[in-house]
């Protein structure tokens, strides 16, 4: 363990129609030694159905495991973040993906203040966080006013790579590809699906897939690396082998982690915390050769 050190409580947007909303963010640094080139970040948003949920939280299953996702990635010499956005009860989509936006442009436009580097700027999110961690790397680029920048709001969103922790990728299948014994299912009537996009799902399909990551799958994506229990009872893993499936097809570089077994939060029938540490030891990974790669001159 490093002498890394967390700042907490930075506030990198107001929202609201007064901006009395405040949207903070912790920011994990590594240690530093002296002359340290500037450091690739990790920005994680966290799960909770879009309802609940803090930053700083991997739900309460996992930070019960005591898994130290941030600290590791911090051992790792990475930058995190983990942000703030609004829960489905104070806006409905896109507002979510306008505060996840907001608060990768924070962090880039104050790179040189935590020595960042801001070309290795990357998204991670669990659950609901995965779903918006997705979009931030796949609207960087999108058309749609919905999907841009907040106006007035300086910097660039886009981050070059992705990691998705079960997420949800497809609400219009998303009903359809339930488990048998699902917990919780997206057309049951005040999901969680629902409430984020203020419809019933059936009745606005294009609402729904306007909020799909896999609407927005392209060959402009950053690598993604998606990762999903194989018996997760609330979010299907038909989502990740779907969108996997959709940036693949077009061109785009992705990896698929599928854990035999594991519901949601990697919980295992014995308990244990093998699928949790599995996923982050693949997920540092793949931080770390994406962080490589990029540090690497071309010949």
């Given at each position: 363990?490093?002498?890394?050190?967390?700042?907490?409580?930075?506030?990198?947007?107001?929202?609201?129609?007064?901006?009395?909303?405040?949207?903070?963010?912790?920011?994990?640094?590594?240690?530093?030694?002296?002359?340290?080139?500037?450091?690739?970040?990790?920005?994680?948003?966290?799960?909770?159905?879009?309802?609940?949920?803090?930053?700083?939280?991997?739900?309460?299953?996992?930070?019960?495991?005591?898994?130290?996702?941030?600290?590791?990635?911090?051992?790792?010499?990475?930058?995190?973040?983990?942000?703030?956005?609004?829960?489905?009860?104070?806006?409905?989509?896109?507002?979510?993906?306008?505060?996840?936006?907001?608060?990768?442009?924070?962090?880039?436009?104050?790179?040189?203040?935590?020595?960042v580097d801001p070309a290795r700027i990357?998204?991670?999110?669990?659950?609901?966080?995965?779903?918006?961690?997705?979009?931030?790397?796949?609207?960087?680029?999108?058309?749609?006013?919905?999907?841009?920048?907040?106006?007035?709001?300086?910097?660039?969103?886009?981050?070059?790579?992705?990691?998705?922790?079960?997420?949800?990728?497809?609400?219009?299948?998303?009903?359809?590809?339930?488990?048998?014994?699902?917990?919780?299912?997206?057309?049951?009537?005040?999901?969680?699906?629902?409430?984020?996009?203020?419809?019933?799902?059936?009745?606005?399909?294009?609402?729904?897939?306007?909020?799909?990551?896999?609407?927005?799958?392209?060959?402009?994506?950053?690598?993604?690396?998606?990762?999903?229990?194989?018996?997760?009872?609330?979010?299907?893993?038909?989502?990740?082998?779907?969108?996997?499936?959709?940036?693949?097809?077009?061109?785009?570089?992705?990896?698929?982690?599928?854990?035999?077994?594991?519901?949601?939060?990697?919980?295992?029938?014995?308990?244990?915390?093998?699928?949790?540490?599995?996923?982050?030891?693949?997920?540092?990974?793949?931080?770390?050769?994406?962080s490589r790669s990029a540090d690497t001159?071309?010949?």
């Amino acid at each position: 363990m490093t002498d890394a050190h967390v700042l907490s409580g930075i506030e990198f947007a107001r929202t609201g129609g007064d901006g009395s909303r405040p949207l903070l963010l912790d920011l994990y640094l590594p240690a530093s030694g002296n002359g340290a080139a500037p450091r690739p970040a990790v920005v994680h948003f966290h799960g909770g159905g879009w309802r609940v949920g803090e930053r700083s939280s991997l739900g309460p299953v996992l930070d019960g495991f005591g898994l130290s996702a941030f600290e590791k990635l911090t051992d790792a010499g990475f930058v995190v973040a983990s942000a703030d956005y609004r829960l489905s009860h104070e806006a409905v989509f896109p507002a979510q993906l306008h505060d996840a936006k907001a608060a990768v442009r924070w962090l880039r436009n104050h790179a040189a203040d935590y020595n960042v580097d801001p070309a290795r700027i990357y998204a991670w999110g669990d659950s609901a966080g995965g779903h918006l961690a997705s979009l931030v790397g796949l609207t960087a680029n999108a058309g749609s006013p919905d999907f841009a920048d907040v106006a007035g709001a300086g910097g660039d969103a886009a981050v070059a790579a992705v990691a998705a922790w079960y997420p949800p990728t497809d609400l219009v299948r998303m009903a359809e590809q339930s488990l048998p014994g699902a917990v919780a299912r997206a057309d049951d009537p005040g999901s969680r699906e629902e409430l984020l996009i203020g419809a019933v799902l059936a009745d606005e399909p294009a609402k729904a897939a306007a909020a799909s990551p896999i609407s927005h799958a392209s060959r402009s994506a950053p690598p993604f690396f998606l990762a999903h229990g194989t018996a997760d009872r609330f979010v299907p893993p038909a989502q990740s082998e779907s969108l996997a499936a959709a940036l693949e097809g077009a061109g785009s570089a992705v990896e698929l982690l599928l854990i035999e077994g594991a519901d949601h939060m990697w919980i295992l029938p014995d308990h244990s915390q093998a699928a949790a540490e599995k996923a982050m030891g693949a997920t540092l990974s793949f931080f770390l050769r994406q962080s490589r790669s990029a540090d690497t001159p071309a010949p």
